[in-house]
């Protein structure tokens, strides 16, 4: 097995573990995260990005919060895993089944600099958001909204962690 795939085996299982401490040494200070919801750059944002997730499930959601993992391949520069989330959506308390395929980039060092996530999102917001992620969950709207959203949850939280 390829040191790379073992950082992304490293990195599922201590997802699986809601640990973000593990998740965070998999990274590069300069890694950069995109996916349906955020468009992440540097370590400070995507790390706080995966403990505030982390600790919302613990708080709210460890009683259903369940990671599965697939398909992980990594060579020298890049990677790839399909990865299934099944969590209550600490927002409206709704059960998600969210389906995600991630593309990675690699340093010589073994890091991730580039972390792609994607997934379908307007079946992730029918299942999250419920009716209005039902009816306008396609659309261009409510993407933006919950990327708002989203990202003002994020500064907050780093914000309350650097006090």
Not at 45 to 57: D, F, P, S, Y
Not at 128 to 142: E, K, N, V, Y
Not at 144 to 152: D, L, M, N, P
Request: hydrophobic share 40%; proline share 3%.
């Amino acid at each position: 097995m390829h040191p790379n795939q073992q950082t992304l085996e490293m990195f599922y299982g201590a997802f699986a573990r809601l640990d973000p401490g593990t998740m965070a040494r998999c990274y590069a200070d300069d890694v950069a995260f995109d996916d349906e919801v955020f468009s992440l750059r540097g370590k400070r944002e995507v790390t706080g990005m995966w403990r505030m997730l982390c600790e919302a499930t613990r708080a709210k959601g460890a009683d259903v919060w369940k990671l599965q993992y697939r398909d992980v391949q990594a060579d020298a520069a890049s990677g790839r895993a399909h990865w299934d989330a099944h969590y209550r959506f600490s927002a409206t308390g709704r059960i998600v089944d969210n389906s995600i395929d991630a593309q990675f980039e690699f340093n010589p060092a073994g890091q991730i600099v580039r972390h792609q996530d994607c997934f379908d999102f307007w079946r992730w917001s029918r299942q999250a958001l419920g009716t209005p992620g039902m009816l306008l969950g396609w659309t261009p709207m409510l993407r933006g909204k919950v990327r708002g959203q989203a990202g003002a949850n994020l500064q907050r939280f780093l914000a309350k962690e650097t006090q």
